[in-house]
Each structure stands twice: as structure tokens, then as C-alpha cells.
């Protein structure tokens, strides 16, 4: 599927503020057009990196009050026992139709797409700065070695080499 011209409406967990901003690379997020940042997302980010808040080079919208739950997305947030903020960016979902989740939590993947969210992490949003020409082959290729150095962002050696692998070849 092509990307779009205008890039829409992105509901961001705070896994890729901190890890972009770990990496130098939060500017990436200017892209959207916009990006919205539930209540407890931004305390989460506050508390552990609170630089990433501070980037004048990007537009956070925080979003003080979110919707209702639905039942399904209660009953899933117990079950895979989902934190605050993923829930808040969750209910946003709700709300925003085609808009996209940012997260890079696995169970939280797992209910947006099960809820029927698209959903990409920090490494997707890095990947789409390729496709749309915002960074080099060279400068992904970089920033996905100096992954394990520059980031907490928890990935798997041999999941990471399969990205570097698919980027090499491009």
C-alpha cells in the first residue's frame, strides 16, 4: 500500500518518544500531521524522559481527557494487562478513526490489532523516514546498529539483524 500524500493522525504511547528522542531522531514525528499524546502517556514520558517533551522541533498535542473504554477494550486491557497510558492511547484510537498507533509495547500491539488499529513502533516509524525520504538507506542503516547502544528499546539480536538485512537489500 502506498503511503499517503498528507500524512494523517498518529496516537502515540510513549515508547517511541523516548526511544526516538534517545536516538536523536524524534524529529521523525514531524511527518504526521498530527501526533496526540494521552494524559497518562505524557506523565509516563515526563517521568523518564522528560527531554523528549521539550523538542521544539516537533508538536505534541497533549490530550488531557479521553473517552469512555468500550468493554472490549477493558476486558483486553485486564487480560494483557495493559498500563494506563496504553489504555488512554487505546480509547483515543476509538475516537480518531484511521489513525495510527505508535507503540512499542507487544501487548499493547496485540490489542490494537486485534481491535483493529493500524499500529507501528519505533522501528516502523524510522523504516517510513526511509520510504518517504526523510533519512538515507545509510543514516536507517546507523540508527538501527546503534539500537542496542542508544536506546532501552528491547529488541531481539536476530529480529534487529532482519531489519538491518531488509534495509541492506532495499
Not at 510513549?14 to 506523565?43: K, T
Not at 522528560?50 to 487480560?79: C, F, G, H, N, Y
Request: glycine share 6%; net charge negative.
Amino acid at each position: 500500500m502506498a503511503e499517503p500524500d498528507l500524512p494523517g493522525l498518529v496516537v502515540c504511547d510513549a515508547g517511541p518518544l523516548i526511544h526516538l528522542d534517545e536516538l536523536g531522531c524524534l524529529s521523525l514525528l514531524r511527518d504526521f500531521a498530527q501526533v496526540l499524546v494521552p494524559d497518562a502517556v505524557w506523565l509516563e514520558v515526563q517521568r523518564h524522559r522528560p527531554s523528549a517533551l521539550r523538542r521544539r522541533s516537533i508538536k505534541l498535542d497533549r490530550v488531557i481527557s479521553s473517552p469512555e473504554a468500550t468493554p472490549e477494550l477493558i476486558e483486553l486491557a485486564q487480560t494483557f494487562l495493559l498500563d494506563s497510558g496504553e489504555v488512554e492511547a487505546l480509547k483515543l484510537m476509538d475516537e480518531n478513526a484511521g489513525a495510527q498507533l505508535l507503540t512499542d509495547d507487544a501487548a499493547a500491539r496485540l490489542v490494537a490489532q486485534r481491535l483493529g488499529y493500524e499500529v507501528h513502533g519505533t522501528i516502523g516509524v524510522a523504516l517510513r523516514a526511509l520510504r518517504r525520504g526523510q533519512r538515507t538507506k545509510r543514516q536507517i542503516l546507523n540508527l538501527l546498529r546503534a539500537l542496542p547502544q542508544r536506546s532501552t528499546l528491547f529488541i531481539e539480536a536476530r529480529l534487529l539483524r532482519s531489519v538491518i538485512e531488509e534495509v541492506e537489500g532495499a
